[in-house]
């Protein structure tokens, strides 16, 4: 059991944690990333704001809500008007490349060292940039697929071709580059057609997002193939000198990524943890020696720095 946090002020030593994260990086046999929300935050996948009105604009008139994640719990009447937003959402947030190129600078900085990704994040930004798929560990899902809602068997389904179809038959024009834009003076329709709802191929109920909400959660075959590379990879590292390179995750579900590390860097005396999170920057005491904590914004500490061309 970890005693009091001990939370390192990185205002003062800002660059010289800095200098220090970057020997490690160069020197580390292994680097283990975990990525949490904080990551794709900084990458400008954000769910409010401007982005939230560019895309969403109508249904914050019709519905009352103001930011994405409000809309994905709205009970909404129609089969056809919950695939309509949630079509939107899935397109933006999955097929679409993020924003700033957070994702491209990390890719840059380890693809050349033997690592390994888990992260609870489920927009698929990873393997977009060009990580290596069998280092990849999402474990609360993909936007990327659906399952059966019941569900009455544990495969899970890719939904690009669909969802793709149902933002087209709201008006979306989708672009070479897969923006979305609309045409001029069109308005956009707020339910797709009926023939578009996807259905269970086996039991013919309601299919939904594959993403870890309750106990339906289906665990599919890449699943456990993933979360099993993930263990061997840790195993057959085990007594190396170690990165765990935690990056903007927080205390939603800290026993995925965060308490792991912590442990793991404290039964091994070659390994360092590093975290990189705005205002969620910290360590337990135990462990402080071997832990680098840098208090900002995943992204802009990429800029202020060298580590993204190290």
Known sequence: ?????????????YSEHLKKLSKILEEADAIVIGAGAGLSTSAGFVYDGERFQQYFSDFEQRYGFHDMYSGGFYPYATPEEYWSYWSRYIYINRYMDAPKPVYDQLFQLVKNKDYFVI???VDHCFQKV???KKRLFYTQGDYGLWQCSVPC????????TSVREMVEAQGFVISEGGELTVSEGKTLRMEIPHRLVPCCPRCGKPLTMNLRADNRFV???????AAERYETFLRTRHGQKLLFLELGVGYNTPGII???FWQMTAENP???????????AFCPQEISR????IDGDVGSVFLKSRLATS
């Open 1 to 13: 059991m970890f005693s009091k946090i001990s939370t390192i002020q990185s205002t003062r030593i």
């Open 119 to 121: 992260t609870t994040n």
């Open 130 to 132: 060009g990580f290596d």
């Open 153 to 160: 068997h544990h495969e899970t389904y890719e939904n690009k």
């Open 219 to 225: 665990e599919d075959e890449g699943w456990h193939l």
């Open 258 to 260: 965060k308490y792991p």
């Open 270 to 280: 070659k390994a360092t943890y590093a975290c990189i999170n705005q205002r969620e």
């Open 290 to 293: 071997q832990s680098i904590c």
